[in-house]
């Protein structure tokens, strides 16, 4: 079962979110804070990791680039969920290594569909799709 490690202070995103990752088959893990998510993903690296960019502790775009620095978890992908105007952060955030980024509220499909491809879990030969695979792979 792949583990995704969900960065989110707002209660009620962060219960639906889970609920619904959940019910598609991942085991979930929480961080409310920046620091808390650096610590955790260094320790127990999940699958997958996303991250709202308004947390507690730490602006998400200095997490983001903490965990793109730190070998232990460069490798994992980020996929980077925001209310912020999509306008002045989407671009810094593709620069500092996210691999997705949505703008709340989320279309939980198309987020689903980010997540599946991303954590590795599509279908077969779609593993490593978004790090140069055969482009016969990757699919749409």
């Known amino acids: 079962m792949k583990r995704i490690l969900i960065v989110e202070d707002d209660p009620d ?4 979110l889970s609920v619904r990752l959940r019910a598609a088959g991942y085991s979930i893990l929480v961080a409310g804070h920046g620091a808390a998510a650096v610590n955790f993903a260094g320790s127990k690296p999940p699958d997958l990791i996303l991250l709202d ?4 502790g730490g602006n998400g775009l200095i997490v983001l680039d903490l965990l793109k620095a730190d070998p232990k978890t ?5 996929i980077v969920l925001t209310g912020r105007d999509p306008a002045t952060v989407k671009e810094k955030t593709l620069e500092l290594g996210a691999v997705a980024f949505f703008q709340k509220p989320v279309d939980n499909d198309e987020l689903l569909k980010a997540i599946r491809k991303h954590a590795g879990e599509g279908r077969a030969g779609d593993k490593g799709a978004n790090e140069g695979a055969n482009p016969s792979s990757v699919s749409g």
């Not at 995103?13 to 639906?16: D, E, P, S």
């Not at 960019?53 to 507690?56: E, F, L, R, T």
């Open 13 to 16: 995103f962060l219960l639906g």
């Open 53 to 56: 960019i308004g947390i507690p």
């Open 74 to 78: 460069a490798s994992i992908p980020v």
